[in-house]
């Protein structure tokens, strides 16, 4: 494959993966290496990154789709400098040694080091030789696992606080150097994997999406952290956007009558038009969550987004349930805390169940029961979850008395859409009376709420 090819495919890579790159960046990209030539690869990296990535959010994903298709090296690259013994490739005293050398390493946060013990553990101790067809040879699971990152991570705060590290400082800096330092091994695997199998398969299947694509139910800790930054800076971009929409679209409609008996007197040249009065309308919005466990990272984020999203809306109303439904509105205030809504809405989130069981005809009766008075002619009613309702009586009736009493009404479902009616969902059913959405990450929710104001 020549550097051409390369380049075309990597550039194909980043856009499978959610990043936005067009003809022009592209082109961009080759004149800049073209000017600094391919002498350093780290160059090479950033020059790639300065005209093709837009946000840091994308950096994660631009990365690990560049150290596939550019990789540091090719083959083994078993011998380091350093205590590890190159004849003896396992066993306890390489286990031993190969600890040693990574706690020193790690204390001193040498990164050139590191790299190098990366590769050292996945051709040591990741290999998995005789696995059947289709089966990858090498795991970072396993080098990690049987190097003991947990055991390391506790020597290296131990090694800190000896060197004069408070006890918060320690461990946030083990923490922070041995998460980098896993992110190394994963990496070399994913190299010798896609040297076996083709970078392109392993960029489908072992490289995370850009953060607008994740998936709502298959989030990470870690990705949680860096969806909850881009939640809010997201919400003001759209309503910001939203907002001049609105006054954009302020006039009504052309007023016919009014338009031709003012151009008589200019013989419709030129012709002035004029338009009726439009009467300004700002809706409410009421929201419904499930916020059991499968569908509670989803239910967390949009609620988040509607609650910088307010001045969108004349009045907002939520609702968490897993089967019975609690009111939280008091706490998606305007001008509130980010971090302090999040924990008191994962703490509200335990007064929604009664029964401990998902179960959306009950709460659907529940709050035709009690909190009907909450929707009116100008409401938009949002229902945010799976519509897996554990066999259970689906109450149709009291959902279909919601949807009526709303002027609009809408089902978010954070499922990929060929699971609907799979199991116990009901998507179709409850899909019949009111509109149901796929909305499994940012950039799905993001166009929704645009369509939705």
Known sequence: M??????????NALRDAGLPVSLAEGLDAVAGISAIGWSSRDTVREVYAATLVKKQSQRRTFDSLFDLYFPRMIGEGTAIAGP???????????????QDALVEALLADDVEALRGLAVE???????????????SGWSSYTALRRLSVEEVRLRLVEGLRRRGWGEEEAQQAGSRRT??????????????IAEEKGPQRIAQI?????????????????????????VYPLARRLATRLAREQRSRRRGPVDMRRTIRSSIASGGVPLDTHHRAK??????????????????????????????????????????????V??????LRSGGDLAETMTVLVEQSA?????????????????????????????????????????????????????????HSWWLNPEVRTQWDTGDSEAARYGALVPMVECRNLAQLAEFVRELA
Do not use: W
């Open 2 to 11: 020549s550097l051409l090819d390369r380049h075309l495919v990597f550039l």
């Open 84 to 98: 590890v013994d190159a004849a003896v490739k396992d066993g306890p005293e390489a286990l031993a040694a190969m």
């Open 121 to 135: 553990a996945i051709a040591r101790f990741g290999a998995m030789p005789g696995r059947g067809p289709g089966l």
């Open 179 to 192: 998460g980098a330092y896993t992110a190394m091994v994963e990496s070399d695997a994913r190299r010798r």
């Open 206 to 230: 072992a490289v995370p999406p850009s953060l607008e694509r994740l998936d709502f139910l298959r989030l990470r800790r870690a990705d949680l952290d860096d969806l909850r930054r881009e």
């Open 279 to 324: 009467r300004p309308h700002r809706p409410d919005l009421v929201i419904l969550c499930d916020v059991s466990g499968s569908v509670a990272n989803f239910a967390s984020f949009t609620l988040l987004l509607v609650f910088a999203l307010q001045e969108v809306f004349s009045k907002v109303r939520a609702f968490t349930f897993v089967d019975t």
């Open 326 to 331: 609690h009111e939280v509105t008091p706490y």
């Open 351 to 407: 007064h929604a169940a009664l029964m401990g069981r998902t179960n959306y005809g009950r709460a659907f009766r529940t709050f035709a029961q009690q909190y009907a008075d909450a929707l009116a002619p100008t409401s938009t009613l949002l229902i945010l979850g799976d519509a897996r309702n554990n066999f259970s009586d689906l109450h149709l009736d009291s959902l279909r008395e919601m949807a009526e009493r709303a002027r």
